[in-house]
């Protein structure tokens, strides 16, 4: 009889972990089920979504005859995720959370929780995603001292565990995946890897967890669930008022209680506007939000992005970017944004410049750049700045035309 590997897989109540959990069983494992409570409060009606939460997990727990832990890291969650979430609202920008809290949270102090305390062979959650290793190369993983030396050898061969898309690309999560280390990586099973949402969906009916069937798919801020923004950031935050100016005549159109508020690309509520008006740009020291008329004014657009020190999933930058310095791959800042084809520059300090194949509409400081070749995530980056948009651009060439007109025009004929 072989070694029976134990697994401890992340539960948060939800269809998918519940179905990762299932399926390790299944597999012969010795699962344990966790659940992580991250956030203290009670939403606006006084109910705590993760206490129910929590039950459905152990529910799930219990039909599958599996130990059941839960752990708490409210403190964590707060000075590693929501405490940079509000620095970043400060300086303009607009945060990832989830990503941040796969980084610190999940994949950090869960990930040492479950292979140091709970001596674990490997940790699982319920992410579509995949890697680039099989299950038991997953267990290998646990027994390598870590290397003594400060500095790896050169001539070392390293294998890095690579993260790809989930056989569901609509449901694919390696876009929250995108800021997690080796580490962690390499003894992380995702056993939804090859399955679509559907199927897991199915997988789950049969096995009688209708109570987590029912449950309709958590969309708000990570752990901190649906509820009005503006409302609940301003219970952490001054209110820092200001104008909302138009982008195209410098008129103040209205006020507003704070930028953080707000993120560009979004309608703005103005009272008295008969045309719906969209944030397109932010002063941090005036305080004051720029706006256009449409949707898709093209202040909204641009093609250029530049990071902060990227993270690549594989620690070292891909061979032909270090070689050529650049890279054809694909871009997105949201989840479920089509890939855009794009060229990577790096830089000396490790943050990279990103030019788009085509404008794209509210890119966002603050928000990551998830970069794809082929069906691997290499990793991400912090948008910290961007190109120039496509109206600034229109205005240059139009003050440059009339400049050139300006000086093409004949002047008196001295002739007559």
Not at 173 to 181: G, H, K, P, R
Not at 371 to 397: F, M, V
Request: with cysteine; charged share 25%.
């Amino acid at each position: 009889m072989g070694l029976i590997r134990h697994v401890v897989c992340a539960m948060s109540g939800g269809v998918d972990s519940s179905v990762a959990a299932l399926l390790l069983k299944k597999r012969g494992y010795a699962v344990t089920g966790v659940f992580m409570k991250n956030w203290d409060s009670l939403d606006e009606q006084g109910v705590c979504s993760s206490e129910k939460d929590c039950e459905d997990a152990y529910r799930v727990c219990q039909d599958l005859n599996i130990s059941f832990h839960q752990v708490s890291y409210v403190k964590e969650y707060w000075h590693d995720v929501f405490s940079n979430l509000l620095k970043e609202y400060e300086k303009g920008r607009t945060p990832n959370p989830d990503i941040l809290c796969n980084k610190h949270i999940k994949f950090n102090h869960f990930h040492k929780y479950a292979i140091n305390i709970l001596g674990a062979d490997a940790m699982a959650t319920g992410h579509y995603a995949r890697t680039s290793q099989e299950d038991e190369e997953v267990f290998q993983q646990s027994h390598t001292a870590p290397p003594t030396t400060l500095f790896r050898d050169r001539f070392e061969i390293r294998n890095p565990v690579r993260l790809f898309q989930g056989a569901d690309l609509v449901k694919d999560q390696t876009f929250f995946l995108s800021q997690i280390s080796q580490d962690a990586l390499r003894q992380t099973m995702f056993p939804l890897a090859g399955l679509t949402k559907e199927f897991v969906k199915k997988i789950a009916a049969e096995a009688g967890f209708h109570h987590v069937l029912k449950k309709k798919e958590s969309m708000g801020i990570c752990f901190i669930g649906e509820r009005n923004f503006e409302n609940f950031i301003l219970e952490y935050m001054e209110p820092k008022p200001g104008n909302f100016v138009s982008i195209e005549d410098g008129t103040v159109v209205g006020t507003h209680k704070g930028w953080f508020t707000m993120t560009l690309g979004q309608g703005a509520r103005i009272g008295g506007q008969k045309d719906a008006l969209f944030v397109v740009d932010k002063d941090t020291v005036t305080g004051d939000v720029f706006v256009a008329p449409t949707t898709n004014h093209p202040a909204l657009f641009r093609d250029t992005v530049r990071t902060d020190r990227f993270h690549w999933v594989a620690v070292d930058p891909p061979p032909e970017l270090v070689r050529t310095q650049m890279l054809e791959c694909h871009f997105r800042f949201i989840h479920q944004m089509p890939l855009i084809p794009c060229t990577v520059t790096l830089n000396m300090d490790g943050s990279v410049w990103i030019s788009l194949s085509q404008p794209v509409r509210a890119l966002t400081p603050g928000q990551f750049a998830v970069l794809y070749k082929g069906d691997e995530c290499l990793g991400s980056g912090k948008i910290i700045q961007l190109g120039p948009s496509e109206y600034t651009l229109q205005k240059g060439r139009e003050q440059f035309v009339a400049r050139l007109q300006h000086k093409e025009q004949p002047g008196p004929d001295p002739a007559s």
